[in-house]
């Protein structure tokens, strides 16, 4: 089976940083990518990580460590526009089979 | 350029009708996705096409659903016999190759709502 556990709710303050996890259990393993989607909007590409280590993209940087399962997703200097959704999704083949998660919704308060 | 862009954004049918979804990628993209998603949960994927074949549509969930990219462009996904269960935003997404694939350009989606 393929499962990706992230989680549901966090709140941070505008201009700190915030971490949201993900752990996963899949059938195959590619890589990890990371998108938003605001409310009524399309999910939009942030990061992929196809190797363990840490990658950084401006304010968001994405880290993966293959041997436990997990990876996540930082963002520095938070904004309010950064309040959405943000899901894990696991590359499960060498195509572009995504299977994502349920999504973490990011609320930044003033 | 152009986006992925797909019609109609909002699709109102009754119970049993038929219905087809379209979507156009961003040109040059060898790759096609459809994703369902309901709400608060996150896409789910259905199909992938690479080129004019469907590499996998291990997501269909039943034989009422398919689809069809006969010129390794648009692609239209179709239902019969349509459930209230069916009920869901429906998005697209295209990369520039399958290998690409971790890179998903999204559609703003079609709004199912079976009666």
Redesign the interface.
């Known amino acids: 089976g393929q499962s990706?556990e992230q989680p549901s709710e966090v709140t941070a303050v505008e201009g700190a940083i915030v971490q949201i996890n993900c752990t996963y259990q899949t059938s195959g393993f590619?890589?990890l990518?990371w998108y938003q989607q605001h409310d009524g909007?399309?999910?939009?590409?942030l990061s992929?990580n196809?190797l363990d280590g840490l990658e950084e993209t401006g304010r968001f940087s994405s880290f993966l460590s293959r041997s436990d399962s997990y990876g996540y997703l930082l963002l520095q200097e938070l904004q309010m526009k950064d309040s959405a959704s943000y899901?894990c999704?696991v590359?499960v083949?060498?195509?572009?089979?995504?299977?994502?998660?349920?999504?973490t919704e990011l609320s930044v308060k003033p | 350029g152009a986006g992925v862009s797909q019609t109609p954004s909002n699709k109102v049918t009754e119970k049993g009708k038929y219905v087809e979804l379209r979507c156009d990628p961003i040109s040059g993209h060898t790759a096609l996705y459809w994703y369902r998603q309901s709400l608060g949960q996150g896409p789910e994927f259905l199909i992938y096409f690479q080129g004019t074949g469907a590499a996998d549509d291990s997501g269909l969930p039943n034989d009422r659903f398919f689809a069809v990219r006969p010129e390794g462009s648009v692609s239209t996904l179709k239902i019969q016999r349509t459930e209230r269960g069916d009920s869901a935003v429906y998005l697209c997404a295209s990369s520039s190759s399958g290998t690409q694939g971790y890179e998903q350009y999204f559609g703003p989606g079609t709004r199912l709502t079976v009666t």
């Open positions: 990706l590619y890589g990518s909007g399309a999910p939009t590409f992929y196809g899901f999704a590359r083949s060498g195509g572009g089979k995504l299977i994502f998660g349920q999504g």
